[in-house]
């Protein structure tokens, strides 16, 4: 068994993840994962699960926080999954 790296369970299914940094964290579910890993928004403070939006180094959950966040760069910053074409 190995212990969660965020909440201390022991748990006999608990996984490990390797980061691009090279840290090994071990972890009991992917609620621990995502709370201990996954970025924050820098205007709403969500956690960012999928791709989020990233503009010049930082990141945002959404198209319209990135808009709101990053100011100057307007409507040129769009979310590109579901994006109506027209």
């Not at 201390?8 to 390797?18: I, P, R």
């Not at 959404?62 to 307007?74: D, N, P, S, T, Y």
Request: glycine share 12%; charged share 25%; aromatic share 8%.
């Amino acid at each position: 068994m190995a212990t969660c790296t965020t909440c201390g369970n022991d748990y006999w299914l608990s996984f490990e993840v390797k980061t691009v940094t090279g840290e090994t964290h071990t972890f009991d579910s992917f609620e621990c994962a995502i709370t201990r890993l996954a970025p924050l928004c820098e205007r709403c403070d969500a956690r960012i699960i999928g791709h989020g939006v990233e503009v010049e180094g930082r990141f945002f959950c959404c198209a319209h926080c990135a808009r709101e966040g990053a100011k100057g760069l307007g409507q040129e910053i769009r979310d590109t999954v579901g994006a109506h074409p027209g």
